[in-house]
């Protein structure tokens, strides 16, 4: 589990650098979209290409959506395709 949670914060610290933090709600909407590109949209090698949600619900397969929804997070730093169903962070 811990490796899990370092994994998570390395990559995180990695790309926080890449955007301006200006106030409090800046972060907390900065760290949810993170959590969501990272848990939702980010393929993760060692879960055999899927996503952490996708792992946790064991679905080996991106479920069958006709319209997947795109994701852009952070000023497009964090983006991609959203196939899942899990809701995503408000646009602010």
């Known amino acids: 589990m811990n490796g899990r949670i370092e994994r998570f914060f390395g990559t995180f610290k990695r790309a926080i650098r890449l955007i301006e933090i200006s106030s409090k709600a800046r972060l907390e909407q900065a760290i ?10 980010r393929l ?14 064991g679905q080996f397969e991106f ?14 730093i964090l983006c991609g395709w959203y196939w899942g169903n899990v809701k995503k962070p408000a646009d602010d």
Do not use: C
């Not at 949810?32 to 949209?41: G, H, K, L, Q, R």
């Not at 993760?44 to 619900?57: D, I, Y």
């Not at 479920?63 to 497009?76: M, S, V, Y």
């Open 63 to 76: 479920p069958k959506r006709k319209n997947p929804q795109w994701f852009a997070g952070w000023d497009g």
């Open 32 to 41: 949810s979209e993170f959590a969501f590109f990272y848990n939702n949209i």
């Open 44 to 57: 993760h090698q060692n879960l055999g290409n899927r996503t952490p949600e996708m792992a946790w619900r």
